[in-house]
């Protein structure tokens, strides 16, 4: 059939199954087709808490959202323009979502008493008026698939696992996208068995064939690429952007990385990563719990090694008492720390960023340490660098906070040229730097830089720079141990000055304000910056006057803060929290900062912020 080609400049796609159906692997390869197309790309996969919850069951529904476009897009979108749902309890699940008009593909197969049932529907909702709004596709995927692959030498249940390839034919088709990259991932995934990889591509050019001749779709869609600077790109999250980022400081540093780390969601996957890149100079450590993952990192960077430690909330809790040890040693340590809903156990596998205080101040004694958060996935490289910097700049452990969000999500990223990464230039202590009174020269290993406060870093084994380590109070410069209490005020006054002196080498923070006049600051930290500038945008578009900027910096926050926050009338924090950042802007600077938050393990929806924002400027 000759199908009508209609333009868009942006479509949002939800796929939507249990988490057997493999949704997350359809989103991937749809992302990466379109990214080969050259469109901006925004992702959010959205996982089951539960291991393996029961089969078609809601709690086992497990969902992947794009949002494409020909310019350029911050977030995955708010709503889905096609759903692909492939049994009722992802139907039941995501419908609310889905404006009316919008076009619904449904697995017609897996609708059957059983399945209703488990989820609570009484009725059919493919037969009765309750889809009425929707443009309803109703395909037996399943039997479609099963038929396609008829002579295969593989089993009933590889075949009907392989629907979704037919699904992402269908919609690479719809929307006319790029195959190649599809075929040739099915052909390395199941290249140790031949017969799953022809099958499954076959699964794939069936959905594709059955776009072209059904008569369901009667239009195809094609959206152009976006205006991009010109470079190598490619589509990365931001856990893997964190990684790479890890390493490029390590080569930047010429130290060796090491990671130290317990498996937790959402964290596991920069070991994964990490693991992979021995040639780089990394060494990555599975422990046994989350206290011996610090415990060796730390170790590690008092071994000369850049420490790297890589956790979420809980770990966080159970990582205190060291990081502490790191204050008290003022030895280069990287926490990173991607945030999930809490408290306890909470929700693994969701968005939050609840942690903030627990970075700023989530430890006994007075324990500062820096604080740097990415905006977005592609923005974890840079933000992983810059910890680097400070942590082995100023001798200190720095917490970068990330968050679920950030990490499964996945963004076109512009592969940096080497040569335009910062110089992390590292010196040890090779000699000795005192004199005793009688003129016999000595090492003290906390004699400061005059204009870090940074103590030298010795390795262990050089001659005549050995030093006790430790957390009992050290006495300033010597090192030796001391109860006196001028001292123990000094070195916590000094540990403090180090942290606050930081804002001398970041940069201050951007404010956006295109007229100038604004009266209204929307002020936020990491990933709500896709939601925030969407939100800003729609209402600019309006002629609504409004500012927006964004922290990577935390602790200290960039020297010019305060004057930025007091220059307007009103500042509305949006946070995925219950005010964190907001009542740090409230008691550093004295100004009436508004919250605007949301703890439903979900991020912002842009429309959400806009209506809060129009709010705010009408009251």
């Known amino acids: 059939m000759t199908k009508q080609v209609q333009q868009r400049e942006r479509v949002i796609i939800r796929f939507a199954g249990d988490s057997g159906d493999g949704m997350q692997l359809t989103g991937d390869r749809f992302t990466s087709e379109t990214a080969e197309f050259g469109n901006d790309i925004s992702t959010w996969p959205d996982f089951p808490a539960e291991i393996r919850a029961p089969a078609g069951t809601l709690p086992g529904v497990s969902a992947f959202q794009l949002q494409f476009a020909d310019h350029d897009v911050t977030t995955p979108g708010d709503a889905p323009d096609v759903l692909v749902t492939m049994n009722p309890a992802a139907l039941k699940s995501q419908i609310a979502d889905l404006p009316a008009g919008g076009d619904l593909i449904v697995n017609s197969d897996e609708f059957t008493k059983r399945n209703l049932a488990k989820v609570g529907y009484a009725t059919n909702p493919l037969e009765d008026d309750s889809l009425s709004s929707y443009q309803v596709h109703s395909i037996p995927l399943t039997s479609l698939t099963v038929k396609a692959l008829e002579g295969y030498s593989i089993t009933r ?101 090491f990671l130290g780390s317990y498996p937790i969601t959402p964290a596991s996957d920069i070991l994964h990563e990490l693991s992979k890149h021995k040639r780089f100079g990394v060494r990555t450590f599975q422990a046994e719990d989350e206290i011996a993952g610090v415990g060796a990192a730390l170790g590690a960077a008092f071994g000369g090694a850049l420490g790297i430690t890589t956790t979420s909330g809980p770990g966080v809790d159970l990582k205190s008492e060291a990081i502490g040890l790191a204050v008290a040693l003022e030895l280069p340590l990287i926490i990173c720390d991607i945030q999930r809903a809490g408290p306890s156990t909470g929700m693994p596998t969701k968005a939050e960023q609840s942690d903030l205080l627990l970075a700023m101040f989530g430890r006994h004694g007075e324990a500062p340490v820096p604080i740097v958060a990415p905006q977005s996935p592609a923005d974890c490289f840079d933000a992983a660098i810059e910890a680097v910097r400070i942590a082995t700049t100023y001798r200190t452990p720095v917490f970068l906070l990330s968050d679920a969000y950030l990490a499964n999500g ?37 004699l400061r830089d005059p204009e870090t406060l940074a103590r030298p870093w010795a390795i262990p084994g050089t001659p005549g720079l050995e030093h006790r380590i430790g957390g009992i109070e050290k006495a300033d410069g010597s090192g030796n141990i001391s109860y006196d209490p001028s001292n123990h005020d000094t070195m916590v006054r000094l540990r403090q000055a180090k942290v606050d002196g930081i804002a001398a080498s970041i940069p201050p923070l951007e404010v956006d304000d295109p007229t100038g006049d604004a009266d209204l600051l929307v002020l936020g930290w990491g990933s709500t910056y896709g939601p925030i500038g969407a939100a800003v945008r729609d209402v600019r578009d309006e002629g609504g006057k409004v500012a927006q900027a964004h922290l990577r910096h935390l602790n200290p926050f960039p020297a010019n803060t305060g004057d930025v926050v007091s220059r307007y009338s009103r500042v509305l924090i949006p946070e995925m929290n219950l005010g964190q950042l907001a009542m740090l802007i409230r008691a550093r600077f004295l100004v009436d900062a508004m919250s605007y938050t949301s703890v439903r393990g979900l991020p912002f929806k842009a429309v959400e912020l806009s209506e809060a924002i129009r709010e705010v400027l009408s009251s």
Not at 209 to 227: L, M
Not at 425 to 432: C, D, I, M, P
């Open 157 to 257: 249940k590889d075949a009907e696992r392989a629907k979704n390839m037919f699904a992402l034919g269908l919609l690479s088709w719809l929307y006319n996208r790029p195959i190649e990259t599809t075929l040739a991932f099915l052909e390395r995934k199941f290249a140790k068995t031949p017969e799953l990889a022809r099958a499954n591509i076959t699964a794939f050019n069936a959905g594709w064939s059955f776009g072209e001749t059904t008569e369901d779709f009667t239009v195809r869609y094609e959206v152009k690429p976006a205006v991009m600077p010109r470079g190598l790109y490619r589509n990365i999250t931001g856990n893997t952007a964190l990684a790479y980022g890890l390493i490029a400081a390590g080569v930047q540093s010429k130290l060796s990385l």
């Open 410 to 446: 996945s963004e076109p990223w512009l592969v940096p040229d080497v040569a335009t990464l910062p110089e992390l230039n590292v010196e040890f202590a090779t000699e000795l730097n005192h004199h005793k009174p009688d003129g016999t020269p000595e090492f003290w290993p906390y």
